[in-house]
């Protein structure tokens, strides 16, 4: 019954629809807060007006020092405290503890690493086997966006994609969050979640999408001159759309070792040296050439973000 008119204040906001599982909690929160401040608002102003009609001066030509004697503000400012106090320790902070400390079990949900850079996000995903492969800093590279390991045996299968990550439908999703150079925010608003990306850590965050469809995922920190195209897409999919969207990532992302074409080294943009004999490693300069004892790459990705 109520619901209808709370509805209406978050949609004149403009707040997108809610697609996940806990978001509607979150929604209620910010319609009631918006709700008790516009009381708020209403009521204090009304107050305000009374009491430059109520005390002006050709009324009250001599300040009383003595003021008001009844309690009535005493009792309206103590409900307001009250009001605020439940929303906080009543709403608020169990949401938030639920959210941050009560994470799925990592059987059921799909495990994305998910790297902030500017100005992009880039997706790690542990391809057929499961297993993530090590990543190193030094590693990173234009055609290496995220430090893959080329050494390491559990990252051969592993899918990189640049700002566009897909989910399955009524499946957690569990992202860590990590950044390769200042901090962003992991942001989408559709599914009520987000989440800073700090250089230095990695800090997991999740949600369950509900709905199927395309939801934007946007940079939440002013993170330099390119923030405002820091944009991606999370594509909730249903199950079979998902399989296939992972099938076709494995046969465009996996397989074997490429080695650097004249297309790819031409690709490259001006000033950056040509790719190193292991693929995704660039050796400084003067360094002694390693041969990669494995002869093996790092799968390069088939769509890199806007240098
Ligand atoms: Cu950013």
Avoid at 160 to 170: F, G, I, T, Y
């Amino acid at each position: 019954m109520i619901s209808a008119p709370l509805a209406l204040i978050n949609e004149f906001l403009g707040q997108p629809p809610n697609a996940s599982e806990h978001g509607y909690q979150i929604d209620h929160i910010i319609e009631f807060s918006h709700w008790f401040m516009g009381a708020l608002f209403v009521g204090w102003s009304a107050f305000f007006v009374y009491v430059l009609i109520r005390f002006r001066k050709s009324r009250n030509p001599v300040a009383d020092h003595e003021g008001v004697k009844n309690g009535v503000s005493t009792h309206l400012e103590f409900a307001v405290v009250l009001i605020e106090a439940v929303l906080l320790i009543g709403f608020a902070i169990p949401l938030w503890g639920k959210f941050v400390n009560e994470f799925p079990d990592t059987k059921d949900a799909i495990l994305v690493h998910a790297i902030g850079q500017q100005f992009g996000w880039n997706f790690h995903l542990p391809g057929p086997d499961g297993q993530f492969g090590r990543r190193e800093l030094a590693l990173v590279s234009n055609t290496n966006p995220i430090g893959l390991d080329p050494n390491s045996p559990e990252g051969h299968d592993d899918l990189v994609v640049a700002n566009e990550l897909h989910v399955p439908v009524d499946r957690p999703v569990i992202i860590d969050i990590s950044s390769k150079d200042v901090i962003h925010n992991f942001a989408v608003p559709s599914m009520r979640a987000a989440q800073d990306a700090i250089p230095g850590q990695i800090i997991p965050m999740w949600f369950k999408p509900i709905k199927t469809g395309s939801y934007e995922i946007v940079c939440g920190q002013l993170c330099g001159l390119g923030h405002y195209s820091m944009k991606g897409m999370l594509v909730v999919d249903t199950q079979e759309e998902y399989q296939e969207w992972l099938k076709e990532r494995i046969e465009l992302g996996g397989g074997p070792v490429q080695p650097p074409t004249e297309e790819r080294v031409a690709d490259r943009p001006e000033g950056e040296p040509p790719p190193g004999e292991i693929q995704g490693t660039v050796l400084p300069p003067g360094a002694p050439k390693v041969a990669d004892p494995t002869g093996a790459g790092t799968p390069v990705p088939q769509n890199q973000p806007p240098p």
